[in-house]
Nanobody, 129 residues
Framework: QVQLVESGGGLVQPGGSLRLSCAAP????????IGWFRQTPGKEREGVSC????????YYADSVKGRFTISRDNAKNTVYLQMDSLKPEDTAVYYC??????????????????????WGQGTQVTVFS
């Protein structure tokens, strides 16, 4: 079983920035759509962003559009989520996941969670005043 590894979470004040990283030791992310999801206690996990193979397509939830940027560096086998202008409502555990069923995201549609086979353990992001 492949385990993705998230890093970069932490504590930040509103308006601050964090960059999350998603690595996959022993597994090549290049050919798959990669998604970022987040979850807070008592709420369902939601799709935040998705990037296609080749970065041809990206998706952003309306709540993060214009503030978050997803990117990938195939040479480093890493996918990033740059989070700017953070708000308290962005507080959550953030997960990255690999979609083995398709290589492309649908720009107008949230990533479908059951299509994502490999997940990380999550990294906590806390935005506090």
């Amino acid at each position: 079983q492949v385990q993705l590894v998230e890093s970069g979470g932490g504590l930040v004040q509103p308006g601050g920035s964090l960059r999350l990283s998603c690595a996959a030791p022993g597994f090549t992310l290049d050919y798959y759509a990669i998604g970022w999801f987040r979850q807070t206690p008592g709420k369902e996990r939601e799709g935040v962003s998705c990037v296609s193979y080749g970065v041809s397509d990206t998706y952003y939830a309306d709540s993060v559009k214009g503030r978050f940027t997803i990117s990938r560096d195939n040479a480093k086998n890493t996918v990033y989520l740059q989070m700017d202008s953070l708000k308290p409502e962005d507080t959550a555990v953030y997960y990255c996941a690999a979609n083995l069923m398709r290589s492309r995201c649908i720009p107008q549609a949230a990533p479908i969670q059951h299509e994502f086979s490999y997940w990380g353990q999550g990294t906590q992001v806390t935005v506090f005043s």
